[in-house]
Structure formats: structure tokens, C-alpha cells
Nanobody, 123 residues
């Protein structure tokens, strides 16, 4: 499985951004796709998940209400729409894939990782 994240950039507080992740590989439709982020000096943290099993969506409290994860199986893409961005959202954002169908929020539950895309939010 290969993952390629894109869509990051430099934005101002209050702006919106949509991150994209192109997924490829055998049986990719049977992988849940998630987003994580890692700010300088901090651990990588879970942001959002789209379960392959029941198409449920999960969000971290830090982005709930401001972000929406979606998936296009026809294009093997997963998206993260982020609104009302805050300087605290500044981080490298990673997409990741796991064969688990439940609410996987830990980094060690994910088998494959993309290369990351930088999001910088200025105040």
C-alpha cells in the first residue's frame, strides 16, 4: 500500500484547507484511512479516521466540528477538510492506512504511512 498526501500550505488563522491523500495497493478498499499530525517537539497525534468496515468517521476532540473526513473509493482518495484553522493546527499532516475496521486512533495500529504535508497557520 502506498499513500501520497498533498494539499498543505501556509494559511492565515480562520482560513480553510483541504488535504488529499491518494491511496494505492491491493485491496485498498479494505483499509481504513486516517489522518494524523505532528507538530515540532510533539508526538504524532490522531486527527480523523474513515473506517472501511462501516464507513464511520471518527475525529479527535481538537478538530471535531471544524474538520470533515471523506473518502472516494472510486478514486482511492481520502480528504480532510479543515475549517477555521488555528495556529495550533500547524503541523506536518500524515495519512495512514490500517486493516482494522474499528476506531483505530493509535499510531501503532496503522501499517502504512504517507510522506506528510506541511500545514502552517499564521496568526
Amino acid at each position: 500500500v502506498q499513500l501520497q498526501a498533498s494539499g498543505g500550505g501556509l494559511v492565515q488563522a480562520g482560513d480553510s484547507l483541504r488535504l488529499s491523500c491518494a491511496a494505492s495497493g491491493p485491496n485498498i478498499s479494505k483499509y481504513s484511512l486516517g489522518w494524523f499530525r505532528q507538530a515540532p517537539g510533539k508526538e504524532r497525534e490522531f486527527i480523523a479516521l474513515f473506517s472501511w468496515y462501516d464507513h464511520s468517521k471518527s475525529y479527535a476532540d481538537s478538530v471535531k466540528g471544524r474538520s470533515t473526513i471523506s473518502r472516494d473509493n472510486g478514486k482511492n482518495m481520502v480528504y480532510l477538510q479543515m475549517n477555521n484553522l488555528e495556529p495550533e493546527d500547524t503541523a506536518v499532516y500524515y495519512c495512514a492506512a490500517t486493516p482494522l475496521g474499528g476506531r483505530a486512533t493509535k499510531t501503532d495500529e496503522y501499517y502504512y504511512w504517507g510522506q506528510g504535508t506541511q500545514v502552517t497557520v499564521s496568526s
